[in-house]
């Protein structure tokens, strides 16, 4: 009888926990979404949602119908697959209130109808992936009042944002964050995401933005940019909006900014401002890619150079105007963006102006250790001590326009122009001493130099679809002028000691210098594809390109005190320069389902001459430059490909390399030229392997790159016992060069607690060549590191980063066998930020460093800087914030690096920005429209 009541107790709880299990399911039925026609056996899975494990399976009955019971209570996914159909992705939830999810009809959709277009969908489109573009709807995040891009972004899969407003995304940089298509004040990308209202985002697009070039022949060329979109919703373009925040700090530190940004249908107006001695220095200065901002005569790998004579500034110190953390800096920046579409959108304009101004003011401390060849005495030991104000006002007006002259062709033309002035000063005081600390010479420099820059750039480019399919035909052309000014003090006093250390002969510089350059160049560049079948077709071009530039540098001495009016002939010169080049190409491109190969080659014809105006000598040299190259693409689905390349580039010697120019700044170490070098060839090889999935939100980027230089040009730096250098480039025909990186990041998102997990493992290494005292140094040197990192965000709750790891150098110089520079060390970062009751939010970020002592470098380094920040919104949108922060909380911040190469190690410290605490309020504004724009 116990036994029977038994029996049936259980049968009545297996029937419960069967009905139960029973009574959760999901049902539907799968048609196409034009035909309407049935798709029998279509593939039906359930998968849980935390890990994305398969829970259930069946396939769709003769009508298209489908039941999976017995699921249970949960968050799953519904995945449902038919062969030549885009596949559909279904979030669902199942509890005791709703135990039974019906998805009705599921339309699917022909991939060749659509695309290859992919609906993931929740409770509304939450991602849609079309091509190689993934599709963000805004409406399936939570975003909170007062919200910024940024926020948004945070809350993507597969898009990671650092506390510096660095994106990542799918396991690769975002570099370019464009609004409803078009560039914000150029290309910064964090002036998008810090600033524009969440609120006001309809999708946002993720994809690899191809080149112009690429875009119009349709023709893959490999240069791609990862690319986010921000698609305003339409009732958000009629308005305005902004941010106004101000800060006061101890020790004298200040900040503000101010940015307001007004919409009217597809036009744009965008102004803003920034002050302060914090180290922002504004929207960044990324426009040096401009005509006359390199360094003395480049020939590229096109063949194509250019000269800017400003860039020694007649041998004188020059400032870039960029703010790398030396020093304590002041920076005043602002600017205006407009841009407009109109006609249906056949012409559109897009124009910045930005004007700013930087000083910079700090100490170094330099200490070098330079190992002659010989025994281990053989040391020279350098300290130098130096201070210097720094100070440039730049501005810089551009403007795109573009106008679809009819549905084949286009017209882009660009131009923009920069006035550049700098004033620098510099005063250093150096001594070199042997390894018994006796002195070999001191030296102590003053130098001041003013430099006046314009630059002027203007381009159009013209592209013609022609009737064939694929056949086209572009034109760019190219033109700059660039002319700059410079005028400076060198003062110099030299010290030369005997071995015992009694002096012995003293050397004293004080001149004048002048650095007049004027550079002028054109360049242009026809393209024709032509098809040669469905999938082969063929690239060719022909470019003309001719600089012209007049460089006046002169060195005076004076001939009574203040009176600098004697020419030093053996410091000056006046050369005339004038390069022609003739560039063709011809490129094949093979693609044919998954695969596409490219491969070709570029050869330019170079012709230069060299006239001095001072001595009437000229000289002339004339040579080609190949540049071969291939590259292969396999796409394994949308988000995964292999990609494996070869190049070839041939550098020609710079004329700074070449010509014998003495220049005298720094008397302790003098370069001279050397005409008879001949170019270096360079064999490149690189490859890669991504892969990202959504719905585990994982991806793999696998990256390496191996070169090698023959007859490669090197320095030859001759030493005298009196530590006097003289540097000369030198060939070397039986050696070459080479260099290797390889990479692994992989991330991923463990769904069972929300928690981003990613790493890194990276090693590189080369090995180089140098002459010491005209002896053969071989150089070899490998790094290794990893780094591992966790992350969580939830929308107005918190954000926490961590990510640390150890790396590995190893370094050694032929000509110190006995000496390394071996060592180990430690990196980590975090940030974290909480929100807290009564709209409190906290937050903290900070670095941890430590490198070990090495044979180089007898002691240690260690680091640690802390951020901590409290802030109170008020009011209902939490449009106005409060906060009080503090800056490198342990005072820390010490300005340090460390370098080994060739011969030489070097130590640097360096006055930089340590604590302070700031006070600072921030006011969000906004009137949009509430409504669409009329058109």
């Known amino acids: 009888m116990k036994f029977t009541i038994t029996a049936l107790v259980l049968l009545c709880l297996c029937s419960f926990s069967t009905f139960a299990q029973n009574s959760y399911s999901v049902k539907g039925a799968s048609v196409d979404s034009v035909a309407n026609i049935k798709l029998v056996n279509t593939s039906i899975s359930v998968l849980n949602a935390k890990d994305s494990t398969l829970r259930k399976f069946t396939r769709a009955a003769a009508n298209g119908s489908f039941t999976i019971n017995g699921l249970g209570k949960g968050k799953f996914i519904l995945l449902v697959t038919y062969p030549g159909y885009?596949?559909?992705?279904?979030?669902?939830?199942?509890?005791?209130?709703?135990?039974?999810?019906?998805?009705?009809?599921?339309?699917?959709?022909?991939?060749?109808?659509?695309?290859?277009?992919?609906?993931?969908?929740?409770?509304?489109?939450?991602?849609?992936?079309?091509?190689?573009?993934?599709?963000?709807?805004?409406?399936?995040?939570?975003?909170?009042?007062?919200?910024?891009?940024?926020?948004?972004?945070?809350?993507?899969?597969?898009i990671q944002v650092d506390k510096d407003g660095k994106i990542t995304a799918q396991g690769q940089t975002v570099q370019k964050v464009l609004v409803d298509g078009e560039e914000f004040f150029g290309d910064d990308p964090t002036l998008v995401t810090k600033n524009i209202r969440g609120d006001m985002v309809d999708k946002v697009q993720l994809y690899d933005k191809k080149s112009d070039q690429a875009a119009f022949t349709g023709i893959d060329d490999g240069q791609k940019t990862k690319t986010i979109n921000i698609k305003l919703k339409e009732d958000k373009k009629n308005g305005y909006f902004g941010k106004l925040d101000g800060g006061i700090g101890t020790d004298g530190y200040y900040q503000g900014q101010g940015l307001y940004n007004k919409f009217k249908g597809k036009k744009k107006f965008s102004v803003y401002g920034t002050v302060g001695n914090t180290g922002k220095t504004g929207l960044g200065w990324q426009d040096n890619n401009k005509l006359g901002t390199g360094g003395g005569i480049q020939f590229g790998d096109d063949g194509s150079a250019f000269f800017d004579g400003g860039s020694n500034d007649g041998g004188l110190d020059s400032f870039s105007g960029r703010y790398d953390g030396q020093g304590i800096p002041k920076a005043y920046t602002g600017g205006v963006h407009y841009d407009n579409k109109w006609n249906n959108d056949k012409n559109s304009l897009n124009t910045n102006y930005k004007a700013g101004s930087l000083e910079v003011d700090g100490t170094r401390n330099n200490k070098q250790q330079q190992n002659l060849p010989g025994d281990s005495?053989?040391?020279?030991?350098?300290?130098?001590?130096?201070?210097?104000?720094?100070?440039?006002?730049?501005?810089?007006?551009?403007?795109t326009y573009t106008v679809k002259l009819d549905t084949t062709s286009t017209l882009k033309v660009s131009v923009d122009g920069t006035i550049k002035n700098s004033d620098t000063h510099t005063t250093s005081n150096a001594e070199s001493r042997r390894i018994d600390s006796t002195l070999i010479n001191t030296n102590s420099r003053t130098l001041s130099n003013k430099v006046d820059q314009q630059l002027f750039n203007a381009s159009a480019l013209y592209t013609k679809k022609l009737k064939k399919t694929g056949r086209t035909l572009s034109l760019n052309v190219i033109a700059g002028v660039t002319e700059s000014k410079a005028h400076g003090f060198l003062k110099s006093d030299l010290e030369i000691f005997n071995t015992d250390g009694t002096p012995k002969s003293s050397e004293i510089v004080d001149q004048l210098k002048t650095d007049n350059t004027k550079t002028s160049r054109f360049i242009s560049n026809l393209t024709y594809t032509e098809p040669l079948?469905?999938?082969?077709?063929?690239?060719?071009?022909?470019?003309?390109?001719?600089?012209?530039?007049?460089?006046?540098?002169?060195?005076?001495?004076?001939?009574?005190?203040?009176?600098?009016?004697?020419?030093?002939?053996?410091?000056?010169?006046?050369?005339?320069?004038?390069?022609?080049?003739?560039?063709?190409?011809?490129?094949?491109?093979?693609?044919?389902?998954?695969?596409?190969?490219?491969?070709?080659?570029?050869?330019?014809?170079?012709?230069?001459?060299?006239?001095?105006?001072?001595?009437?000598?000229?000289?002339?040299?004339?040579?080609?430059?190949?540049?071969?190259?291939?590259?292969?693409?396999?796409?394994?689905?949308?988000?995964?490909?292999?990609?494996?390349?070869?190049?070839?580039?041939?550098?020609?010697?710079?004329?700074?390399?070449?010509?014998?120019?003495?220049?005298?700044?720094?008397?302790?170490?003098?370069?001279?030229?050397?005409?008879?070098?001949?170019?270096?060839?360079?064999?490149?090889?690189?490859?890669?392997?991504?892969?990202?999935?959504?719905?585990?939100?994982?991806?793999?980027?696998?990256?390496?790159?191996?070169?090698?230089?023959?007859?490669?040009?090197?320095?030859?730096?001759?030493?005298?016992?009196?530590?006097?250098?003289?540097?000369?480039?030198?060939?070397?025909?039986?050696?070459?060069?080479?260099?290797?990186?390889?990479?692994?990041?992989?991330?991923?998102?463990?769904?069972?607690?929300?928690?981003?997990?990613?790493?890194?493992?990276?090693?590189?290494?080369?090995?180089?060549?140098?002459?010491?005292?005209?002896?053969?140094?071989?150089?070899?040197?490998?790094?290794?590191?990893?780094?591992?990192?966790?992350?969580?965000?939830?929308?107005?709750?918190?954000?926490?980063?961590?990510?640390?790891?150890?790396?590995?150098?190893?370094?050694?110089?032929?000509?110190?066998?006995?000496?390394?520079?071996?060592?180990?060390?430690?990196?980590?970062?975090?940030?974290?930020?909480?929100?807290?009751?009564?709209?409190?939010?906290?937050?903290?970020?900070?670095?941890?460093?430590?490198?070990?002592?090495?044979?180089?470098?007898?002691?240690?380094?260690?680091?640690?800087?802390?951020?901590?920040?409290?802030?109170?919104?008020?009011?209902k949108g939490d449009n106005l914030k409060a906060s009080i922060s503090g800056n490198d909380l342990l005072n820390q911040n010490q300005g340090f690096t460390r370098s080994a190469s060739s011969n030489l190690i070097t130590e640097n410290r360096y006055t930089t920005i340590r604590r302070y605490f700031m006070l600072s309020v921030t006011w969000d504004f906004n009137g949009m429209g509430g409504g669409a724009p009329k058109k």
Do not use: C
Request: proline share 3%; aromatic share 12%.
């Open 533 to 875: 079948s469905k999938a082969l077709s063929v690239i060719f071009n022909y470019g003309f390109s001719k600089n012209n530039s007049n460089a006046d540098r002169k060195s005076f001495d004076q001939s009574a005190p203040g009176n600098y009016n004697l020419l030093n002939d053996s410091l000056s010169n006046h050369y005339i320069f004038d390069q022609t080049s003739n560039q063709g190409g011809i490129n094949f491109n093979y693609k044919k389902g998954k695969s596409t190969l490219r491969f070709g080659t570029r050869v330019a014809n170079i012709d230069y001459k060299q006239v001095d105006e001072i001595t009437g000598l000229s000289g002339h040299r004339n040579f080609t430059n190949w540049s071969p190259q291939a590259n292969f693409q396999y796409k394994i689905s949308n988000y995964s490909g292999l990609n494996f390349g070869y190049y070839g580039n041939q550098t020609q010697p710079t004329i700074d390399q070449l010509q014998p120019i003495r220049v005298n700044t720094d008397p302790v170490n003098q370069t001279i030229g050397n005409p008879n070098l001949k170019p270096s060839f360079t064999n490149g090889f690189y490859g890669y392997y991504n892969m990202y999935k959504v719905i585990s939100d994982q991806s793999i980027w696998l990256n390496g790159s191996y070169n090698f230089t023959t007859k490669p040009i090197v320095s030859n730096v001759v030493t005298d016992k009196e530590g006097r250098s003289i540097i000369q480039s030198v060939n070397l025909n039986d050696k070459q060069q080479s260099n290797y990186n390889f990479g692994l990041d992989m991330s991923r998102k463990l769904s069972v607690i929300g928690l981003n997990i990613n790493a890194r493992l990276n090693t590189g290494g080369n090995i180089y060549y140098s002459m010491v005292n005209n002896e053969l140094n071989k150089t070899k040197s490998n790094t290794y590191g990893g780094t591992i990192g966790l992350s969580k965000y939830k929308e107005k709750k918190y954000s926490i980063y961590i990510s640390g790891g150890p790396n590995y150098t190893i370094g050694q110089a032929s000509l110190q066998p006995d000496r390394n520079n071996n060592g180990r060390g430690f990196n980590a970062d975090y940030y974290l930020s909480i929100f807290l009751p009564g709209k409190i939010e906290i937050g903290s970020d900070g670095q941890y460093q430590y490198t070990a002592a090495t044979q180089s470098f007898d002691n240690a380094f260690r680091q640690t800087i802390i951020n901590a920040r409290i802030s109170r919104a008020f009011f």
């Open 86 to 158: 885009a596949d559909y992705v279904e979030k669902f939830t199942l509890d005791s209130a709703k135990t039974t999810h019906n998805v009705g009809n599921i339309n699917m959709n022909l991939k060749s109808r659509l695309l290859n277009e992919v609906l993931i969908k929740g409770t509304v489109a939450a991602i849609k992936i079309k091509g190689d573009t993934t599709e963000f709807n805004a409406k399936a995040y939570t975003i909170q009042p007062n919200s910024k891009v940024e926020d948004l972004l945070k809350q993507l899969p597969g």
């Open 377 to 399: 005495t053989n040391i020279i030991k350098s300290n130098t001590d130096q201070t210097f104000n720094n100070y440039m006002f730049r501005q810089k007006l551009d403007a």
